[in-house]
């Protein structure tokens, strides 16, 4: 597969460490220029510092590769705007974004405090946006377009103790789908390719160590493959997707539609209609996570009682 970003000038966030990090050195070896978007965190945003991102522009470097970092809170507009830049002003173009950076600030929803939600909505959310909005402004204007490749997670579903991560993620969905569609409009009247997906990740890194129970995982060097497919010219055609990646499997998700539709009697639903005839026509949809969740309760509970 040598080669396959060949040429293409690439931005990173959470580029220096994790999910990230493989990804940038990956795509450096394919032959991407890098952008290592990254400010260092610890896991929940505190003590910032530019040095992952430097040491990861050093080893592309020193692996012969062409790398620049940039350190910053990828939450800020200009940040956003800084990193896309960095790629143009270096190399000319932005080829490709990817953005698996993100915190965690885990509580229950309800004892959970405004800048606990605030903090992680802005780093993920609102980081794609920010992201997004800069590499997009310049890829319709390139004959040679574009590639966004987000990161949400299977937490998008649901989650217990992650409600603002979970808010996060899945609007990291539906603000990838939105480019999709947009990029999908410019192409039909007859502008740049543009494409527009998710990757959601399975890989052992800072985030998935505390998870209280067994999961099906992988290592950060199981994704990279696949978000260097999305960027390649293989790849341009695939677009408004969610693959999860974990390990050897790579699994695409369902595209949200409407499924069973009733009708009122009469020009409008009272309550009490609706009580009558919901459960034997629309009826609801079973959720898979609420059953695994139950079934990893009762394991727990039964582990407990073990102890």
Not at 219 to 241: F, H, K, T, W
Request: proline content about 4%; some cysteine.
């Amino acid at each position: 597969m040598a080669g396959f970003l060949e040429g293409k000038n690439i931005a990173i966030t959470g580029g220096g460490a994790g999910i990230g990090k493989a990804i940038a050195l990956a795509a450096a070896a394919e032959g991407a220029n890098i952008v290592v978007a990254d400010y260092g965190v610890s896991m929940d945003g505190s003590d910032p510092s530019s040095e992952v991102a430097d040491a990861a522009v050093a080893e592309i470097e020193a692996a012969g590769g062409k790398a620049v970092a940039v350190a910053g809170d990828i939450s800020e507009f200009d940040v956003g705007e800084a990193v896309v830049a960095a790629a143009v002003d270096n190399w000319g173009t932005i080829d490709g974004v990817v953005c698996p950076a993100g915190v965690l600030r885990e509580r229950m929803l309800f004892n959970m405090s405004e800048d606990e939600w605030d903090h992680v909505v802005a780093v993920h959310l609102k980081g794609h946006f920010n992201v997004y909005r800069a590499a997009f402004a310049r890829m319709r204007k390139q004959e040679t377009g574009g590639s966004l490749v987000g990161f949400t997670s299977g937490a998008f579903t649901a989650s217990t103790a992650q409600p603002n991560y979970s808010a996060a993620k899945g609007g990291i969905v539906s603000l990838t789908r939105s480019a999709a569609m947009t990029a999908a409009s410019i192409k039909l009247r007859g502008g740049p390719s543009i494409n527009a997906n998710c990757i959601a990740p399975v890989a052992k890194t800072r985030m998935s160590e505390n998870v209280p129970f067994e999961i099906e995982t992988g290592e950060p060097e199981d994704i990279a493959p696949m978000a260097i497919y999305l960027m390649s010219d293989a790849g341009r055609e695939v677009n408004a997707q969610i693959y999860t990646v974990v390990g050897r499997r790579i699994s695409v998700w369902n595209q949200p539609q409407e499924l069973r539709t009733m009708w009122a009697g009469g020009d409008q639903w009272s309550p009490e209609e609706i009580a009558s005839m919901l459960p034997t026509t629309v009826g609801q949809e079973p959720n898979p996570f609420i059953a695994d969740l139950e079934r990893r309760m009762a394991e727990m509970a039964a582990e407990e009682k073990k102890g």
